[in-house]
């Protein structure tokens, strides 16, 4: 008897719906239906999770009834009938504040949690700006807050790394393209290149990119087909959105939050070096704030340290509540 009633307080759902006028896809997981709802915006622009998030949030699933959303023009909401002029900031902001109210009137809710990761903390900021009143508390991983400065800081931070040995591949390729800003995405796609050599790229440990793209590849949520469609929506995305990203500054457009805030980045993060989060964190006006480093993880602390993870938003969310 125990064991049915558990089976029916789960929930899994892999759906898709009409968001902004236009067909999006919901990934809706827990262990208790009875648990909050915690809304996670994925990265990039267009680095959709759907592919491998269960994999790597099965602990969460035990606090939370997780919500991850393949974005507009994303993973399995790729579609080529998605309008270029309908992928802008504001058009995402309103779609994220779309699925929050739908989660809170399907569930009969009063408010749900938030998490943004790297491009999607940015919208969740956006959204937080507009409709406080939807959400408990937010957590934003690898926080986006001015993407010039990151590249800055990380340039020096690279530069760094390599002073003791002048004749390594990072430090020839990076004087080869020398300090940002640049204007050829060749030059971007080196610096990306000499990140991911110094393990301060996507995951610091090699063997963990290659568990989540084998997630992606062999999973049931995308397999062979829904990675083709995740880089096709991963390339549409990042054509349309990264100007409108590079002219983004948390610091003067989002100056305060409503809601309690927790910041988590990865010590080794190279992609957006956690000073720049952090400088932005204390001078954040909130009504409660806190910071957490992740010692053994790059720019996906959820992914790369997913127990501590875990515990961090259960303790948090349970403080809130």
């Known amino acids: ?91 995402f902001t309103e779609d994220a504040i779309e699925i929050a109210e739908m989660l809170v009137n399907s569930f009969k809710v009063q408010k749900i949690y938030l998490a943004g990761y790297s491009w999607g903390a940015l919208l969740a900021l956006t959204a937080l700006q507009e409709r406080p009143d939807l959400f408990y508390a937010y957590y934003g991983i690898s926080q986006v807050v001015n993407v010039r400065e990151e590249e800055q800081a990380a340039y020096r931070c690279l530069e760094e790394m390599n002073h003791e040995n002048k004749k390594s591949i990072p430090a020839i390729l990076l004087r080869l393209i020398g300090p940002p800003p640049w204007n050829k995405q060749i030059r971007h796609e080196i610096f990306r290149l000499c990140i991911e050599l110094r393990r301060g790229g996507f995951t610091h440990k090699r063997q963990k990119a290659i568990k989540i793209f084998s997630q992606m590849l062999f999973g049931k949520e995308y397999g062979v087909k829904g990675c083709l469609q995740y880089m096709q929506g991963q390339s549409f995305s990042s054509r349309t959105l990264m100007d409108e990203l590079y002219h983004f500054d948390a610091f003067k457009s989002v100056p305060s939050i409503k809601v309690p805030c927790c910041f988590i980045s990865g010590r080794h993060d190279l992609i957006i070096p956690g000073t720049i989060p952090k400088s932005y964190c204390q001078r954040l006006s909130a009504p409660d704030k806190s910071w957490h480093w992740f010692e053994n993880s790059a720019h996906s602390p959820h992914l790369e340290e997913p127990k501590l993870f875990a515990d961090i938003l259960s303790t948090h969310g349970r403080y809130h509540l």
């Open 1 to 91: 008897m125990c064991e049915n009633n558990h089976k029916n307080l789960h929930i899994s759902i892999l759906k898709k719906y009409q968001i902004g006028n236009t067909e999006q896809v919901l990934m809706i997981n827990g262990a208790n239906r009875a648990n909050p709802l915690l809304l996670f915006l994925h990265g990039g622009p267009g680095t959709a999770q759907i592919g491998y998030a269960r994999h790597f949030q099965k602990e969460l699933e035990q606090h939370f009834t997780v919500v991850n959303w393949d974005q507009r023009g994303a993973g399995l909401s790729y579609s080529k009938q998605v309008l270029k002029r309908s992928m802008t900031i504001r058009q």
